[in-house]
């Protein structure tokens, strides 16, 4: 490629900010939509061996959720530092950028594979895993080997991402999931694998990706950003960035962790292991509905850091009033049509005689959840708005706010103090969710309004 023509993305990400949001958005709202349906997918096929091999992934997936953290985390530092760069006209910069996110992933993810298979025993007991706990070591261990896969492939999406193409993004992420809804059935039954095999069929369907990726950066080598060895490895300002919007995000998935260990603890004082079960799969079905609301924040962390570093302040309340009104408008549909089919959507994951009892509590948490829908917009599209002017802590305070203080604490206070039971929990996930979506907006206001103010 001709380093002095800019691409169509880079072009998009320079222009006008509601053309770019939405242009940036729809790739990844059906690439993650795609991969989200894997997700559902797998729990169906899970539940299909019963309600303990749904609750043994169901104590799998706070350590699961900080793994995605770390990526996410990390590929919002990345997408970013390119996107501002970029939008300086810094294409050096951008490529060194780039390439010190993959060597830090490379680094990190071996770390982190090393510790949580040694740890995984005692962590799943503290959790409460209880005569669940063989399934969730069988199906976790497997997910943590594979870590180094799950870090490169989100890192590489982000730089697709922070140059504007999400439609690449889109196609590579489509395909790894559409493989991995394949495998699942083959390797849980077909190969009689049972739990395990969904793992694996993650980590097939990741080995995939990964050749992809690579083949297009290393060998067709068409993207604007280029991962060459001729770039400054050692620029300590880029890392430092990175690191400045990435760990706080991390540590924001690392908080939902905290929160879905918290939410389990109280379902099980409440209740029984059986109502971690109906929780697992119903959150599995709020995570696919907000789908749209994450892809969404994704570009609206690209747009906003290439307005940034372009200076053009001026977009900024285009940007974050357009993506919270989009993103309510998309909820409040969606939270409708989960109103309307919460038994038929909760049949999906009772359909075997062994989880059928579940069915009921499926769908009143769903039917509960639906008002928690919209006011996650405000709050999600206020952090990614801070992650991409670089203040990660200002993000990372936004979701301490809403899921350990509003949403943690509301939880246990219906739940356990009033003596509401699981019900009582799942209101409080409500109650929070306005409280944090409130707070975040009204903080992002004033934050643009001073920034003009003086700039």
């Known amino acids: 490629m001709n380093p002095d023509i800019d691409t169509k993305g880079v072009i998009l990400l320079r222009g006008d900010p509601k053309k770019a949001i939405i242009k940036l958005s729809i790739p990844m709202i059906v690439a993650m939509l795609l991969m989200s349906a894997y997700n559902l997918v797998n729990a169906i096929w899970v539940a299909g061996l019963g309600s303990d091999a749904l609750a043994a992934v169901g104590f799998v997936t706070p350590l699961f959720m900080v793994l995605v953290g770390l990526g996410n985390g990390l590929g919002a530092g990345a997408t970013a530092v390119i996107s501002r760069r970029i939008g300086a006209g810094d294409r050096y910069g951008a490529n060194s950028a780039a390439v010190q ?13 090393l510790v949580l298979i040694a740890l995984s025993r005692p962590l799943m007991v503290l959790f409460g895993a209880g005569d669940t706990i063989n399934l969730a070591l069988e199906f976790g261990n497997i997910v943590f080997a594979g870590t180094i896969l799950l870090l490169f492939t989100n890192i590489a999406y982000a730089i697709l991402r922070g140059e504007g193409d999400t439609r690449r993004t889109m196609y590579v992420m489509g395909v790894g999931s559409i493989v991995n809804i394949i495998l699942d059935p083959i390797f849980i039954y077909t190969f009689n694998w049972g739990i395990a095999g969904a793992a694996w069929g993650m980590i097939v369907s990741l080995i995939l990706v990964s050749f992809v990726l690579l ?5 067709k080598k068409d993207t604007y950003i280029s991962l060459s060895k001729q770039v400054d490895v050692y620029d300590s300002q880029n890392i430092k960035d990175m690191l400045a919007i990435g760990l706080p995000a991390s540590c924001e998935f690392f908080l939902m962790a905290i929160l879905s260990i918290f939410i389990n603890f109280i379902l099980v004082m409440v209740a029984d292991t059986d109502a971690v079960a109906a929780y697992t799969a119903g959150w599995r079905v709020i995570m696919f509905a907000l789908i749209p609301l994450i892809a969404i924040s994704t570009s609206v962390i690209a747009v906003t850091g290439a307005s940034f570093g372009g200076r053009h302040y001026e977009k900024f309340p285009v940007i974050h009033n357009f993506s919270v009104i989009l993103g309510i408008v998309i909820a409040t549909i969606i939270a409708v049509l989960t109103w309307l089919f919460a038994d038929q959507i909760a049949y999906i994951f009772a359909y075997s005689a062994k989880g059928a009892h579940l069915a009921p509590s499926i769908a009143a948490f769903l039917a509960t959840m639906c008002f928690f829908y919209p006011f996650v917009s405000p709050g999600i599209m206020s952090s990614a708005f801070f992650q991409g002017v670089g203040k990660g802590m200002s993000s990372l ?41 409130l707070t975040g907006f009204i903080w992002v206001r004033i934050f643009i309004s001073r920034l003009m103010k003086y700039a």
């Open 101 to 113: 996110a993959i060597l830090l992933c490379i680094g990190v993810s071996i770390v982190i594979s």
């Open 215 to 219: 083949y297009w950066f290393l060998i």
């Open 397 to 437: 305070i936004l979701s301490v706010l809403r899921e350990i203080i509003f949403m943690g604490s509301a939880a246990y206070i219906l739940g356990v103090t009033l003596g509401f039971g699981e019900h009582g929990v799942w209101w409080g996930l409500v109650i929070g969710d306005i409280l944090g979506g």
